[in-house]
């Protein structure tokens, strides 16, 4: 069966939008398993980002990190707590390119689904199309296409939906680690000329620190915010970079991981939900 | 060409194989020529009615393209309300395969007793045969469809019509032809019932027609030869249909290597 249309409640019109950005304050969430039981994703978790800043979530397996993007994409209501959002494009997981479209067609199906010709829809996606190193793909279908070409359509199709948020549910975790490393460069580099506020979860620290603005550490279930890293750092970084790896170790520590989790923690045990979600405020 | 040939060579020496044991059980004269004649016997008559049968087998044919169609149009159509409205659904399936149930053979002659011996009680008759498998298939079809998929266009803001347009329509599409490749080759049958129960006069009735109006007369090389040919239209349907399906959805075809 199909899935069943729910009302978008968290992005409709009547709650404040939030400049462009999100805003998430207090907010828990939960749902139910295939048995029926209660499992709470999210718990009192604050959390927000500015217009064009890069917000990653970092957070083991299971620490509602989907729930809060469908959240923030309006897939799911809050059960408790308030969530400010703009409209939110969502590029998940696993690309899911429309397989009997063309790249070019893929591309562009959120101009079609807004009501563009299908003539002036492909335009509009074709001139992203050379920029994104995608040129004579255009005819492609997503099986012709690398996995990384694939993540590049998605990603196009996402960003060509002219919403001010995008929500990237681990973009490059299905990739093998060179082409994961050029695609980090090649992300930074594309919201460098469509700057865009950014959801970024991923299982990646350090893809993390070397392309967030800001860093939110979630808990194990039910997801709390454990930590939240300014990353003030030029860009482009390096991952080899010394500030780089002293972010990774702090944001490591706080996942209860690295070499200085001992010591770190020790410090870092004070920052809970509460807390944390005060610090890292942009001006 | 010489693949193609490759692929082919069990089944040609399958059947050289069943062709000669059947040669030589019908040569060794354990059973009349009248009710198993020799294989060489019905290519024979193959050769000399060949006008006749090509004949008849453009009527059979009309019968089973144009029954298959309405099929596919019905089966297909049937399928998406089904999938759109669960109570529909609820509604529809069970009589739908009860329909499969109903014995044509009985109703075959109830239907030329209401509908005359025109084509239309021989339609019915493929239809009703045919489109069960396509029905089937489209469901499926639709409700295959990876639900993540259909969220990811919400979150384009996707209408549920341009979700079913750009999502469900083109995953479906392929289904049905599928369902309709499975139905081709029970609906010869249907088209035999059918043209056995209704073509009373005429040369030109059918293979099925045919079939009984030779044995009936003890022409029975030429029923075997009329049968013959039904085989080779109900083989050539599918194939045809299995490319058709191929060139609809190669996407799906990447990881299939059978029936080609």
Same mark, same amino acid.
């Given at each position: 069966?199909?899935?069943?249309?729910?009302?978008?409640?968290?992005?409709?019109?009547?709650?404040?939008?939030?400049?462009?950005?999100?805003?998430?304050?207090?907010?828990?969430?939960?749902?139910?398993?295939?048995?029926?039981?209660?499992?709470?994703?999210?718990?009192?978790?604050?959390?927000?980002?500015?217009?064009?800043?890069?917000?990653?979530?970092?957070?083991?397996?299971?620490?509602?990190?989907?729930?809060?993007?469908?959240?923030?994409?309006?897939?799911?209501?809050?059960?408790?707590?308030?969530?400010?959002?703009?409209?939110?494009?969502?590029?998940?997981?696993?690309?899911?390119?429309?397989?009997?479209? /063309?790249?070019? +067609?893929? &591309?562009?199906? #959120? $101009? @079609?689904?807004?009501? *563009?010709?299908?003539?002036?829809?492909? =335009?509009? %996606?074709?001139?992203?199309?050379?920029?994104?190193?995608?040129?004579?793909?255009?005819?492609?279908?997503?099986?012709?296409?690398?996995?990384?070409?694939?993540?590049?359509?998605?990603?196009?199709?996402?960003?060509?939906?002219?919403?001010?948020?995008?929500?990237?549910?681990?973009?490059?975790?299905?990739?093998?680690?060179?082409?994961?490393?050029?695609?980090?460069?090649?992300?930074?580099?594309?919201?460098?000329?469509?700057?865009?506020?950014?959801?970024?979860?991923?299982?990646?620290?350090?893809?993390?620190?070397?392309?967030?603005?800001?860093?939110?550490?979630?808990?194990?279930?039910?997801?709390?915010?454990?930590?939240?890293?300014?990353?003030?750092?030029?860009?482009?970084? /390096?991952?080899? +970079?010394? &500030?780089?790896? #002293? $972010? @990774?170790?702090?944001? *490591?520590?706080?996942?209860?991981?690295? =070499?200085? %989790?001992?010591?770190?923690?020790?410090?870092?045990?004070?920052?809970?939900?509460?807390?944390?979600?005060?610090?890292?405020?942009?001006? | 060409?010489?693949?193609?040939?490759?692929?082919?060579?069990?089944?040609?020496?399958?059947?050289?194989?069943?062709?000669?044991?059947?040669?030589?059980?019908?040569?060794?004269?354990?059973?009349?020529?009248?009710?198993?004649?020799?294989?060489?016997?019905?290519?024979?008559?193959?050769?000399?009615?060949?006008?006749?049968?090509?004949?008849?087998?453009?009527?059979?044919?009309?019968?089973?393209?144009?029954?298959?169609?309405?099929?596919?149009?019905?089966?297909?159509?049937?399928?998406?309300?089904?999938?759109?409205?669960?109570?529909?659904?609820?509604?529809?399936?069970?009589?739908?395969?009860?329909?499969?149930?109903?014995?044509?053979?009985?109703?075959?002659?109830?239907?030329?007793?209401?509908?005359?011996?025109?084509?239309?009680?021989?339609?019915?008759?493929?239809?009703?045969?045919?489109?069960?498998?396509?029905?089937?298939?489209?469901?499926?079809?639709?409700?295959?469809?990876?639900?993540?998929?259909?969220?990811?266009?919400?979150?384009?803001?996707?209408?549920?019509?341009?979700?079913?347009?750009?999502?469900?329509?083109?995953?479906?599409?392929?289904?049905?032809?599928?369902?309709?490749?499975?139905?081709?080759?029970?609906?010869?049958?249907?088209?035999?019932?059918?043209?056995?129960?209704?073509?009373?006069?005429?040369?030109?009735?059918?293979?099925?027609?045919?079939?009984?109006?030779?044995?009936?007369?003890?022409?029975?090389?030429?029923?075997?030869?009329?049968?013959?040919?039904?085989?080779?239209?109900?083989?050539?349907?599918?194939?045809?249909?299995?490319?058709?399906?191929?060139?609809?959805?190669?996407?799906?075809?990447?990881?299939?290597?059978?029936?080609?």
């Amino acid at each position: 069966m199909p899935t069943e249309l729910q009302p978008r409640a968290p992005s409709t019109p009547q709650i404040a939008r939030a400049n462009d950005g999100i805003s998430l304050s207090d907010v828990s969430r939960a749902y139910r398993d295939q048995r029926g039981a209660s499992v709470q994703a999210l718990a009192s978790v604050s959390l927000h980002a500015d217009h064009g800043e890069l917000l990653a979530v970092v957070g083991p397996s299971g620490c509602g990190k989907t729930t809060l993007l469908e959240l923030i994409c309006g897939l799911q209501s809050p059960d408790r707590g308030v969530l400010q959002c703009s409209p939110a494009a969502l590029m998940p997981q696993r690309d899911l390119l429309l397989p009997w479209l /063309s790249a070019l +067609d893929n &591309a562009a199906l #959120a $101009l @079609r689904i807004a009501g *563009l010709p299908r003539a002036e829809a492909r =335009a509009r %996606a074709a001139e992203l199309f050379a920029e994104l190193g995608l040129e004579g793909f255009e005819a492609a279908h997503p099986h012709e296409l690398s996995g990384g070409m694939r993540q590049r359509v998605a990603f196009l199709r996402t960003l060509l939906s002219g919403k001010p948020v995008l929500c990237l549910d681990e973009p490059f975790g299905a990739l093998d680690a060179i082409t994961r490393a050029e695609m980090q460069a090649w992300l930074g580099r594309a919201l460098e000329r469509e700057p865009r506020t950014v959801v970024l979860v991923t299982h990646d620290v350090e893809e993390a620190i070397v392309l967030a603005d800001r860093v939110a550490v979630l808990s194990p279930r039910p997801g709390r915010l454990r930590a939240e890293i300014e990353v003030d750092l030029p860009r482009p970084r /390096s991952r080899t +970079d010394a &500030a780089v790896i #002293a $972010l @990774r170790e702090r944001a *490591l520590s706080a996942l209860g991981l690295g =070499a200085a %989790a001992g010591q770190e923690m020790g410090m870092r045990t004070g920052m809970d939900s509460g807390t944390a979600a005060g610090m890292g405020s942009a001006p | 060409m010489k693949r193609r040939l490759v692929n082919a060579m069990p089944a040609i020496v399958l059947v050289a194989a069943l062709l000669g044991a059947w040669e030589i059980y019908a040569d060794s004269g354990a059973t009349s020529s009248s009710i198993l004649p020799a294989p060489h016997t019905i290519a024979q008559s193959l050769w000399s009615n060949a006008g006749l049968l090509s004949h008849n087998l453009s009527v059979t044919a009309e019968e089973v393209a144009l029954g298959l169609l309405l099929a596919l149009a019905l089966g297909f159509a049937l399928g998406v309300l089904i999938h759109l409205s669960p109570a529909l659904r609820r509604a529809c399936y069970p009589l739908t395969v009860g329909s499969q149930a109903v014995p044509i053979a009985v109703i075959a002659p109830l239907l030329v007793f209401l509908l005359g011996f025109g084509l239309l009680p021989k339609l019915i008759v493929i239809v009703l045969i045919c489109f069960f498998p396509v029905v089937v298939t489209t469901v499926d079809g639709l409700a295959a469809v990876d639900p993540d998929q259909l969220k990811l266009l919400r979150t384009l803001d996707a209408s549920r019509l341009q979700a079913f347009r750009f999502a469900e329509l083109p995953a479906a599409l392929p289904a049905a032809i599928s369902g309709a490749r499975i139905a081709v080759t029970v609906g010869v049958i249907g088209a035999y019932i059918a043209e056995s129960q209704t073509a009373t006069s005429g040369a030109y009735a059918g293979l099925g027609h045919e079939i009984n109006a030779d044995l009936s007369s003890l022409q029975t090389a030429r029923a075997y030869a009329a049968a013959v040919v039904l085989f080779a239209f109900a083989i050539a349907c599918f194939y045809t249909l299995s490319e058709v399906e191929r060139r609809l959805a190669p996407w799906a075809n990447q990881s299939r290597g059978d029936l080609r």
